[in-house]
């Protein structure tokens, strides 16, 4: 019994890291329609720089996140501009737009791979005592990762339902046309939304990085946060935190019960019988082309 | 429009058709049956639904309630392509060609949308399936031929003028061999002349194909002269307001008060 | 002449593969980053029927082929009946790829059957050769030309240029795709198999996602909706690189890097809308001779 909560807190907490993840995507999803494959590198980019920041620069964690955070943010708002943008002003279709995002995902990845190599580094935190509550342990890291994020979201949530700001990307969410047309800058909801991208992304590397560990292609956990997106419905947010989680939880019972190596196997096959049974998702809309 | 409008049973019913997108009603039980081979126009002002009654036929869009009959059955949650299949072919108010592919190629899509052989002879071309692509070109060429298109075969779509692009649309929607065609504002964006020659066109097309037609369209003159001999329905905001003879709905007050604001021409 | 065989094989085997890649992103328009989990699967069944069951290499080849169609389905199917089709394809292909490529590493033995696991599929039989990899190499590109011409390919292209029209004139948009995928997980799986008659040998580690980024260049620099854009581009990139090998280790930055640029200035790639056929071909020798071309269209 203390295993089973045991394994339900740590699919919890991967889980909260997923929701970072998956929230982010769906952000830009419901706004743009499209898939932000760059998010992966975000991701690394940003577990990366906070980790150099520890290690090499010797700044303590919390100036290091922010550090990270800030950089991400600029990394992601400059890669709207730069490759996103252009294309979107153009009206380009979907596919290409996908490709110039997974460009971008390899060169920063790649990049990383370069100047760091593959090796798993560890994140320099003390290793703490972790909790224990009967006989079932919390990790602290976990405890505040799963409180940062939720921490996060709820911050997202009252920026999105209780600012003026909010209101104006939920807006562009349904319509970006008519959004703009009532008054909305795009730019500003272009930038905000990219910036949140960043701040997702590099909290969520940050926390991943801490858990496991840190290597160039730990981004490819972004998967998962989309499947957890699409399960959870696409374009809706609440829907990527309770797709995050379900899929978190499942996902660690799996890999505990059966075996960690179909735990990825599972994960893929989940997200293929959800959509044969729910094809918009759990809580997803379906999108209407105007015609 | 002179054509044998036989009192047999209707090919197209639409009842008490409804959709809400969200809180909003933008189609609102709306009524009405076409005999085989009619003519009718559909007008209306801005934002009336119109556009949106031709994605509920084509299922384009899901309806909240109501029915669509197509002769006789319903077809209601069948799949767009499925429609198109059992006869029902369409133009876009915001032209919808493929950009990339020429003229020729766009109506050639129309006549092949379901192949004609089978994938296995795809791969190794039988004499059968040379025949049918033979066939296919010759329809094709001819469908341009009926628009006065066939110059410009070769010219990528999407560089075509607008006028050419409307018409080149119909052609291609006529290459689904439908029994009934939707034509989504034809004449937009045309001048007197143009439309002249449209009218002129359309007229030609029904009365040699013979096919059911409504026609969104907001020239009033393009409608009244299309449709003098047949009717016209009116909606607005979502609802059917009348239907009636051209000069009917010239004379009608409420028709000319839904218009109130909006000046088109004719 | 080892080492140019080498060449010619390695290019041959990637041709293959860009073949299918080309047939479902550049003519269908969906894009896909999984493409190597269909070599290991095809890859992985030719071996076995070789190796096991001591079928002739060509039938295993083309039943390889037919293993990795046959599974496309499992992500085609949900995902182009679903309405988010696009996107969650390309994330189904990831992720598909992906999961096969871990259970391979972590599956040493299934009943009675060793594929290695992590250590990878040993002593396959050495089988490809020049000829028949040039062999495969003309016949499949013959293939592909037909599909592409026939009313088949003809639709795939309407569907990647605007499937709600597409569908609107009566294309069935399940089906079309369904075929597309599975012609482009055939042509993959084909590769794989002559990947592990090769090497003699294959590991899971063979397909990864940059086997699948790499794939997706040679199309999208190659060229959108043309098979010799592409077919061009795999030879170039498999070539050159083995004679700049500082380069290579670059390689995947520069390629990311040129998806970004090439989107944005050139999205058609090289020799996008290129066809082979006759009109090309006689375009072409006219251009070198000077002469004026005659329409094929009004002829």
């Known amino acids: ?291 | 429009m002179s054509a044998d409008i036989q009192q047999s049973n209707p090919i197209l019913e639409i009842k008490n058709l409804t959709v809400d997108f969200g809180g909003v009603r933008a189609v609102n039980d709306v009524t009405l049956s076409l005999q085989p081979g009619e003519f009718v126009g559909l007008i209306g002002p801005n934002g009336a639904g119109k556009t949106t009654v031709f994605n509920l036929i084509t299922n384009a869009i899901q309806a909240t309630s109501g029915e669509i009959l197509l002769n006789g059955k319903s077809i209601l949650g069948k799949s767009p392509d499925q429609i198109c299949r059992l006869g029902i072919s369409r133009t876009f108010q915001n032209i919808r060609l493929f950009p990339q592919m020429t003229a020729y190629e766009n109506v050639e899509l129309g006549l092949h949308s379901t192949p004609h052989y089978s994938l296995a002879e795809a791969f190794v071309r039988t004499p059968r399936a040379s025949r049918v692509e033979k066939q296919t070109h010759q329809k094709a060429l001819e469908l341009l031929e009926v628009v006065n298109l066939r110059e410009f075969a070769r010219e990528r779509a999407s560089s075509l003028p607008y006028g050419l692009q409307r018409r080149l649309e119909m052609a291609r929607a006529m290459a689904t061999s439908p029994q009934m065609l939707l034509l989504d504002e034809p004449a937009a964006g045309m001048n007197e002349d143009e439309c002249k020659d449209l009218i002129r066109l359309i007229r030609q097309i029904h009365e040699s194909m013979k096919y059911t037609m409504i026609m969104i369209e907001h020239h009033m003159n393009v409608v009244m002269d299309l449709c003098r001999d047949s009717r016209i329905y009116v909606l607005s905001l979502g609802s059917l307001l009348t239907v009636g003879t051209p000069t009917e709905i010239q004379t009608n007050p409420q028709v000319i008060k839904a218009y109130l604001g909006e000046r088109k021409n004719g | 002449m080892g080492y140019l065989e080498a060449i010619i094989i390695l290019s041959g085997i990637n041709i293959i593969a860009v073949m299918g890649v080309s047939i479902l992103t550049g003519y269908t328009g969906l894009f896909t980053i999984g493409h190597a989990g269909f070599m290991a699967l095809g890859g992985y069944m030719s071996a076995v029927m070789v190796k096991e069951f001591h079928l002739p290499v060509i039938l295993a080849l083309i039943i390889g082929g037919f293993f990795a169609g046959l599974c496309s389905f499992i992500i085609g199917y949900p995902s182009f009946r679903s309405q988010l089709r696009g996107d969650y394809f390309a994330i189904a292909t990831l992720g598909f790829s992906e999961a096969i490529r871990l259970v391979l590493n972590n599956t040493k033995t299934i009943g009675p059957l060793n594929i290695g696991g992590a250590f990878g599929y040993m002593n396959i039989p050495s089988a490809t050769t020049v000829p028949m990899v040039v062999g495969v190499l003309i016949v499949g590109l013959y293939l592909a030309h037909m599909f592409v011409t026939s009313q088949f390919g003809k639709n795939c292209i309407a569907v990647s240029q605007d499937e709600t029209a597409a569908q609107m004139m009566g294309v069935n948009l399940l089906r079309t795709k369904l075929i597309a995928l599975f012609v482009s997980a055939f042509y993959a799986g084909v590769a794989g198999g002559l990947m592990g008659f090769y090497f003699a040998y294959l590991s899971p580690s063979f397909f990864t996602i940059t086997q699948s980024s790499n794939l997706l260049a040679a199309v999208v620099f190659g060229g959108i909706q043309s098979l010799i854009g592409p077919v061009i581009t795999a030879f170039v990139l498999i070539a050159i690189p083995q004679l700049l090998l500082v380069f290579s280790e670059w390689r995947l930055v520069i390629y990311g890097f040129l998806f970004v640029i090439v989107m944005i200035f050139r999205p058609q790639g090289l020799l996008g809308y290129v066809e082979m056929n006759m009109n090309f071909a006689r375009v072409l020798w006219n251009k070198l001779l000077r002469r004026k071309t005659v329409d094929v269209i009004e002829g």
Not at chain 1, 68 to 95: C, D, F, H, Q, W
């Open chain 1, 1 to 291: 019994m203390e295993l089973f909560i045991q394994q339900i807190i740590s699919g919890i907490s991967i889980g909260a890291i997923y929701a970072l993840l998956a929230v982010g995507y769906a952000l830009v999803y419901s706004v743009y329609n499209f898939t932000n494959w760059a998010f992966d590198a975000f991701m690394a980019f940003g577990a990366f720089m906070a980790l150099t920041a520890i290690a090499s620069f010797f700044l303590p964690f919390w100036a290091a996140a922010l550090l990270s955070i800030i950089l991400t943010i600029i990394l992601s708002v400059g890669t709207e501009k730069l490759a996103y943008r252009p294309l979107r002003m153009r009206k380009a279709p979907r596919l290409f737009m996908m490709i110039s995002a997974m460009g971008v995902n390899l060169t920063i990845v790649q990049l990383i791979n370069r100047s760091y190599g593959g090796t798993f580094r560890r994140f320099p935190v003390e290793h703490v005592q972790p909790i224990f509550v009967g006989n079932v342990s919390i990790g602290r890291m976990d405890l505040l990762a799963g409180l940062i994020s939720f921490g996060v979201l709820a911050l997202l949530w009252l920026f999105l339902y209780r600012t003026k700001w909010g209101l104006g990307i939920r807006a562009s969410s349904i319509d970006i046309m008519t959004a703009s047309l009532m008054g909305i800058n795009n730019d500003a909801v272009a930038l905000i939304i990219f910036a949140l991208t960043g701040v997702l992304s590099s909290v969520a590397g940050i926390f991943y990085g801490i858990k496991y560990a840190v290597y160039p292609l730990m981004g490819l956990i972004t998967i998962k946060a989309m499947i957890a997106s699409i399960v959870g419905g696409l374009g809706s947010l609440p829907g990527a935190i309770v797709g995050s989680m379900i899929l978190g939880v499942l996902e660690t019972l799996v890999s505990g019960y059966i075996s960690s190596t179909y735990r990825d196997l599972f994960s893929f096959m989940f997200l293929i019988v959800i959509l044969l049974f729910f094809p918009n998702g759990l809580m997803g809309k379906s999108g209407e082309e105007k015609l």
